[in-house]
């Protein structure tokens, strides 16, 4: 027997409130969040010391370069050691000799490092190369 309230069957207003809370439910299976490679942050900090150097200040800084590559007015000095690869680019301006305007740093299976951190190994390098 069904009881009236209002003109409405008494069951209409909890199948009408479990109908509505039935639309919030979450999935029961939920997929984890995919894990990709950490993005290693490019900062400027603790490069000051590389970042503007002419050749001259790296081979003072570092040694002699592992590899020196030219294009056109452009080089690309390279610096090897247990921890990891330095790559300094080096491009003039104006009239002036080329300097470092952009590093770049790996570990020696290519993956990659904070540049520097790389720049503090090389630096601390037993009397350079």
Not at 2 to 16: E, F, K, L, M, Q
Not at 51 to 57: N, W
Not at 80 to 96: H, I, N, R
Not at 114 to 124: G, K, N
Request: proline share 9%; with cysteine.
């Amino acid at each position: 027997m069904t009881t009236i309230r209002n003109g409405r069957p008494a069951w209409t207003v909890p199948a009408v409130l479990g109908a509505m809370l039935a639309g919030c439910a979450t999935p029961a299976t939920v997929a984890p969040p995919t894990v990709g490679p950490v993005a290693v942050p490019y900062t400027s900090v603790g490069l000051e010391r590389v970042v503007g150097q002419d050749m001259a200040g790296l081979v003072k800084l570092f040694g002699q370069p592992d590899a020196d590559v030219r294009e056109g007015n452009a080089r690309k000095l390279q610096f090897q050691g247990t921890f990891c690869v330095l790559d300094a680019y080096l491009y003039p301006k104006g009239s002036e000799p080329p300097r470092v305007t952009y590093l770049d740093a790996r570990e020696p299976d290519g993956s990659a490092i904070d540049r520097a951190s790389c720049v503090a190994a090389l630096v601390r390098r037993d009397g350079g190369r």
